[in-house]
């Protein structure tokens, strides 16, 4: 069994501290700092069953002994570095409510991009965080591996789209960052975008091919640099309501197309 720390940190001084609280709260510190949090046991156990690294543990004195907990320290790394905090400490940082006081402080990834030749997800500038990490959880259960992701969407690594996601991300390749040009640079398939413009419905266009489905902003949709290089394809919705939920609208796309593929559990 991995052992606890001997100091108890009590004092919101502490550097470590510092830096976890403004992680947990300030998006331009985590872009400039590349690192993000994980908050709570699940996130914690995704992250080490992928063999992800974590920078360091942050765990409230009162979860030290919690079963859970131990399970999850049995398994880091020996040279993961572990601060144990007073309860009162903890609960002044977190943004979780009540649960397993523990959490990680990870780097974000930032892999190379190149040549897209298979399925991918696109997000242009999905704003809100969970619909995101609801559209990257959905991703990862369909088997996608890529997602590309315009400069104003929101950050795939933040702790509310993390939590969103539910450690999908570790799953992922993750490109932020990119205009619409460096998209259609990149990305090599025929690119699908969701349009109540269109007589061609999802269930009778071809989706067997190799194919990018671009998700738009919620209020504003895809935008034209990227809509005028995109197949529109239809939802169909009898009922007449304005528009789906983008992250409904996504989910069913990515289904529709692992349908249409003939899955079939072995």
Known sequence: MRSNPNELITSDKNSTIKLARALLTQARLRKKQGQTIIEGAHLIDAALRSNYPLAQILLAESAQNHREVQQLLDRLPSQTSLLLLSDKLYQSIRSLGVGIDIMAIIDIPIPDISTINSDCLIFNDVQDSGNVGTLLRT???????????????????????????????????????LSPQDILDYVQVPLLATSSHTDTLIYTHDLRAPIAWVMGHEGQGVCDELMQCATPIALPQPNGQESLNVAIAGSLCLYETLRQRNYSQS
Do not use: D, N
Not at 142 to 166: D, E, N
């Open 139 to 177: 991703a990862a259960a369909v088997g996608l591996k890529t997602v590309l992701c315009t400069s104003a969407t929101a950050q795939a690594w933040s702790p509310k789209t993390l939590r969103a996601g539910m450690g999908a991300q570790f799953a992922l390749s993750i490109y932020e960052g």
